[in-house]
């Protein structure tokens, strides 16, 4: 498993924008897929995006295509999310997930069952 760690949630209006950022805690994650998920009070935790080990593979839930990019640099061995034009329904806290690259598409990999580490979470709000 990876020790991720999360950065970047916080307080931002309608229409805003916030960019998450997610780190491994002593090592590379290059060979891992990673994702992001996100937990709002009252409701499971639900599929953001995910992205392949090299980034040219990315995979979004409907409701944030178009909104969200997901991204990753190896060299500085961090992943990000970019959130544009956010809604209050995008609240929640966002976590950061990997998992050892498999020989699946990873627009199959939108449970959390597959990705076998986990950040701490990053609260996002956004206000009406």
């Known amino acids: 498993q990876v020790q991720l760690v999360e950065s970047g949630g916080g307080l931002v209006q309608a229409g805003g924008s916030l960019r998450l950022a997610c780190a491994p805690s002593g090592r590379t994650f290059t060979p891992y897929t990673m994702g992001w998920f996100r937990q709002a009070p009252g409701k499971e935790r639900e599929f953001v995006a995910a992205?392949?080990?090299?980034?040219?593979?990315?995979y979004y839930t409907d409701s944030v295509k178009g909104r969200f990019t997901i991204s990753r640099d190896n060299a500085k061995n961090t992943v990000y999310l970019q959130m544009n034009s956010l809604k209050p329904e995008d609240t929640a806290v966002y976590y950061c997930a990997a998992e050892p690259t498999r020989s699946i598409p990873i627009a199959t990999m939108t449970s959390s069952k597959d990705f076998g580490s986990w950040g701490q979470g990053t609260q996002v709000t956004v206000s009406s």
């Open positions: 992205i392949n080990w090299g980034g040219w593979s990315t």
